[in-house]
């Protein structure tokens, strides 16, 4: 805006000369309040639509289009933002180690293999189907507050021809965030939550990153059976279009039961590491009730398994459904725990939109306590049998334990184990390296061992009542196929 008061300041004496070049200077003056006036009108009536022609002309002579990805949304946007961000700082990390001039090395879970991405401000380019892209990492104005201080959202921006528009905006950014999550899920640590209680409600605490190492390669399990078990989950994991296509969500149940010892907790570790997904292990006695349930159950993001063991004794949950239905909130009150019929409506509940599976796996020692309405199909899709150790499991703790596939003792062990009720947790126990001594004899020390333990097991089962111990083992294994 013009000040026309400078023009009042220069006024010489008043006399003839004087009062005309006055009186033109208030004229000056008096225009320039009118157009200052004028302009202000203008702007505040027709200012916004000025400024989008303008916009429009100019972007219309602009052949690129510019599209933003920021870290951290500023409206409220929540985690999809940084979703999407992650995705693509780990699509450009493959890209960026061949142009970037300068990079950033990320967190990542195998530290011989670290995720480089660009530094702020550098960029690079892409192509995809033939159209060139490029991207540029930048940081926007500040946009702290008093609360949280100065911090800068970083964005990526992807620039491209106008064009190619349908084509990138479409295809190639559907493109980046696929694969972006695909290798961020091979690269990404694995987390640990669990579950407490407070007054205030109930959360989820990060535990500790999943290191564990087990592996289905390295699980004692007969060949097939893990293979089918295995076939199942990255049908799982890969069945978005699948689940959509049905139209049931995507989420899936296991039960794993059988004795203790027999693998249970191990596979659900294996499991995780194969599909690289978070566990988040439900401790049922520490929630207070069926709405806590339902909270912690929904906080659980996509890509996760959702672990429930000893679901037989984790609560008094197993045989309350008659009761519960008569009159539910009496229950929790008195309970002031989860009730079976709370914990059916959470699974059922359990919703999972299109951006990733949710897998829940419940383990069990006493198959027979549970309720029979937990555990049908659609519940638990699949129920596995954890078994005692056959041969074939035997053969796969020999090599890894004993570095050895075939030995003279194996067929008198595999004898043994038909007569026997030992799980692989006691085998590998037996089997397990102490001292170097497997290298010195060639394993033969712990196969003898071995035969030793399952000797005596043999005899016991036959002092203890072993017609009752066969029966039940023998329809331990008739069960024993994958459901
Ligand atoms: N099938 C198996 N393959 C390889 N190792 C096994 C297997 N089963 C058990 N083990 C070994 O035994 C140990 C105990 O197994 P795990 O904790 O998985 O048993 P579980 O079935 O979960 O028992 P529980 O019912 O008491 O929880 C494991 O650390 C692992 O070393
Ligand atoms: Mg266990």
Same mark, same amino acid.
């Given at each position: ?57 100019? &972007? ?24 999407? @961000? ?24 195998? $530290? ?11 960029? +690079? ?14 940081? #926007? ?14 964005? *990526? ?10 084509? +990138? ?6 493109? +980046? ?15 640990? @939550?669990?579950? &407490?209680? &407070? ?6 605490? *990060? ?21 089918? $078990? ?6 799982? &994991? ?16 296991? /039960? ?18 194969? /599909?690289? @997904? !978070?566990? *988040? ?23 996760? $398994? /959702? +672990? ?27 309970? #002031? ?50 078994? @005692? ?19 003279? /003792? ?15 947790? !006691? ?17 033969? *020390? ?38």
């Amino acid at each position: 805006m013009v000040n026309p008061l400078p023009f009042m300041g220069h006024q010489g004496s008043p006399g003839h000369e004087g009062m005309s070049q006055m009186g033109l200077g208030m004229a000056i003056a008096a225009t320039m309040v009118v157009l200052t006036m004028f302009q202000q009108f203008l702007f505040s009536h027709f200012g916004g639509y000025l400024e989008r022609c303008l916009r429009k002309l100019v &972007s219309s002579m602009d052949p690129y289009v510019q599209i933003r990805f920021t870290e951290e949304s500023t409206d409220g946007g929540g985690p999809k933002n940084y979703e999407a @961000y992650a995705a693509i700082e780990t699509y450009l990390s493959s890209k960026c180690s061949a142009q970037a001039p300068r990079l950033k090395a990320n967190s990542v879970r195998d $530290i011989n293999a670290p995720v480089l991405c660009v530094d702020d401000g550098e960029g +690079v380019s892409d192509e995809f189907n033939g159209v060139t892209v490029w991207w540029h990492l930048g940081k #926007e104005k500040d946009q702290g507050d008093i609360y949280r201080g100065s911090r800068r959202n970083r964005y *990526y921006a992807l620039t491209f021809r106008k064009k190619n528009r349908k084509m +990138v905006v479409g295809e190639y950014v559907r493109h +980046v965030m696929e694969e972006g999550k695909a290798v961020a899920a091979s690269h990404r640590q694995l987390k640990l @939550y669990s579950n &407490s209680s &407070s007054e205030h409600g109930a959360y989820w605490n *990060y535990i500790m990153d999943f290191d564990h190492p087990a592996k289905f390669e390295t699980l004692a399990m007969e060949k097939e059976k893990k293979e089918e $078990i295995i076939d199942d989950l990255y049908r799982f &994991s890969a069945g978005r279009d699948y689940y959509r296509r049905i139209g049931k969500p995507w989420k899936r149940g296991y /039960l794993l039961y059988g004795p203790p010892g027999t693998g249970k907790s191990t596979m659900i570790a294996a499991m995780a590491n194969l /599909l690289s @997904y !978070d566990v *988040y292990d439900l401790e049922l006695t520490a929630v207070l009730s069926n709405a806590a349930l339902k909270r912690l159950l929904n906080r659980i993001p996509c890509n996760s $398994i /959702l +672990v429930i063991e000893d679901i037989d004794c984790s609560s008094k949950i197993t045989n309350q459904r008659e009761m519960n239905n008569q009159d539910e909130d009496k229950t929790v009150k008195i309970l #002031e725990k989860v009730t079976l019929s709370g914990l059916l409506n959470c699974i059922d509940g359990l919703f999972s939109a299109n951006d990733g599976g949710r897998l829940m796996v419940f383990t069990t020692n006493n198959v027979d306590a549970l309720d029979s309405a937990l555990v049908r199909r659609g519940r638990m899709d699949k129920h596995i049998p954890m078994t @005692y150790c056959g041969f074939e499991a035997f053969t796969m703790l020999a090599k890894n334990y004993l570095r050895i596939e075939e030995h003279e /003792l194996f067929g008198r062990i595999e004898e043994l184990l038909k007569g026997s009720s030992v799980t692989p947790a !006691d085998v590998a126990e037996t089997l397990i390296e102490r001292g170097g001594k497997a290298e010195d004899c060639g394993g033969e *020390y712990y196969l003898n061992k071995l035969i030793r333990v399952l000797e005596e097991n043999c005899e016991a089962k036959k002092s203890i009542g072993g017609e009752m111990l066969e029966k039940k083992g023998k329809g331990e294994l008739e069960n024993g196929e994958c459901n």
